[in-house]
């Protein structure tokens, strides 16, 4: 209060006008401002994450145009069966069990043809079987009277939908059949549940059955007319794919451990993205097998003949994870704090080097053999060039020369003095000893594979490589 007049709490913007009135400006509350920048944050924030994930998903499809084909085919296939609910002449023939069509498309269109077909065999064969059933089980059931109906009706559905669970259980149908015993028991509930109210049952599993066949008709027809990607094309890329990689992480974890310390590359402290690729072929053991189950439903295609030995390919697969196990333990010799003896690192160099390299000849020649699907006559040249390396690095490893061993035993008391132990210099030979061997044990998981390639080139009939081709690609040690 001063000279009688209230003070105000807050300051006041007051402004005069010619005319003499005054007017006053309300300051706006910062309680609003600070809401009104939340919520512009929370917009832009929102935009960004929005922008980022459209970036991301425009790569995806720029790396796989087939992703956009994909797409634009179950697009299509669902526009052609819709024409059976909008036009009436269509819509009338089937029924009003239109929509069964459209969700058929929906659930059973995948990515590849095997995939779709799995789907379009198990669902139509799901529906038929438990049609019949149901219809069967629903005539007893009326034959035993009103009463007793529903009694049978309710074991029925109970023996049924249990034994068909359990089924899936069994990894045989559940590797081919899984979908169909799911199928299965919804349509056999369906219909002898709904059944017990509806007369006409016996029209009501026709049209059902027919707009399901519908549905895969359209899926099937789609799927191998528009840019087919067939299973088996697929899982015959991954294997060639992940054999060279391996190839590509052999070369390169065997020359970063034994280059110079001066040239090694610790940019970024980030690792050889050429040392990491066998990490895909790790990862791959699901796709093989998800791609040989889909594959084994595929009509015969460009080079895969009927009865291709997809089987097979999960051997070879599993032979070349083998290998990605030993170069997963040899890179991480490399990423090791221990460093052996440059003595020693010298004395057996040059015979790693040269194993490694011979081991990679033989990996890239079988990759060869997996693209073109030829034999090799020149395989036979690699695997022996690369047993003559191994017995070399073993015999290198037997007779270390005296003057190696001296110097290593020197540096090694050099570096120890005020030590009272003596488990250094063991320490520092063994990641060395431990590259040496792991070297002679991928030349043997490499034979494996050589005997796999040789098994699936009989099975699949690969046809004998030309003089030329052998030639070009004969491996440069």
Not at 65 to 91: E, N, Q
Not at 280 to 304: Q, T, Y
Request: glycine letters at 6%.
């Amino acid at each position: 209060m001063a000279n009688g007049r209230e003070v105000p709490s807050t300051l006041e913007w007051r402004v005069h006008a010619a005319d003499g009135t005054v007017e006053i400006l309300v300051q706006e509350s910062g309680t609003r401002r600070r809401l009104f920048r939340r919520i512009h944050g929370l917009v832009v924030a929102f935009l960004i994450k929005l922008w980022t994930f459209f970036i991301k998903a425009w790569n995806i499809g720029v790396n796989d145009p087939r992703k956009f084909i994909h797409c634009l085919k179950v697009g299509t296939a669902l526009s052609l069966v819709s024409l059976f609910y909008y036009m009436r002449t269509l819509y009338q023939g089937v029924g009003g069990n239109a929509m069964w069509a459209v969700m058929t498309v929906v659930v059973v269109f995948e990515y590849s043809i095997g995939a779709t077909l799995y789907k379009c065999v198990n669902r139509a064969t799901g529906t038929l079987l438990a049609g019949s059933l149901g219809f069967g089980v629903h005539w007893i059931a009326i034959q035993c009277g009103e009463n007793i109906q529903p009694i049978i009706l309710e074991i029925s559905v109970f023996l049924l939908a249990a034994a068909a669970t359990f089924s899936r259980f069994i990894p045989t149908v559940k590797a081919r059949f899984d979908y169909g015993a799911m199928v299965f028991i919804l349509t056999f509930c369906l219909v002898s549940i709904s059944g017990y109210r509806v007369d006409q049952l016996f029209g009501m599993a026709h049209h059902r059955l027919l707009t399901v066949a519908l549905g895969a008709s359209i899926c099937i027809i789609t799927s191998m007319l528009v840019c087919p990607i067939w299973a088996g094309q697929e899982l015959h890329t991954l294997i060639n794919r992940n054999l060279e990689k391996l190839s590509e992480s052999l070369d390169g974890c065997v020359t970063d451990f034994f280059a110079d310390k001066d040239v090694i590359n610790v940019s970024n402290g980030y690792p050889n993205k050429m040392n990491q690729a066998y990490k895909c072929v790790l990862n791959s053991k699901g796709s093989e097998e998800s791609m040989a189950n889909f594959a084994r439903w595929e009509p015969a295609h460009g080079d895969f003949k009927f009865r291709h030995p997809w089987k097979q390919y999960l051997k070879v697969g599993a032979a070349i994870r083998s290998c990605a196990y030993c170069i997963e333990t040899l890179n991480g010799c490399i990423n090791s704090d221990i460093r052996a003896p440059e003595t020693l690192k010298k004395h057996l160099k040059d015979m790693c080097v040269k194993l490694s390299s011979y081991s990679s000849n033989v990996i890239k020649e079988l990759a060869i053999i997996m693209k073109t699907m030829t034999k090799s006559p020149s395989i036979h040249i690699s695997i022996g060039q690369m047993n003559v390396a191994v017995h070399e690095l073993q015999d290198a490893l037997k007779n270390v020369p005296n003057q190696v061993v001296v110097q290593i035993l020197q540096a090694s008391n050099d570096g120890m003095k005020g030590e009272t132990t003596n488990t250094r210099p063991l320490l520092e030979i063994l990641p060395l000893a431990t590259v040496a061997s792991l070297l002679v044990e991928l030349a043997a998981r490499i034979e494996v594979i050589v005997k796999e390639v040789d098994q699936l080139a009989d099975q699949a009939e690969f046809s004998l490589a030309s003089n030329s081709r052998s030639k070009a690609s004969q491996p440069i040690a």
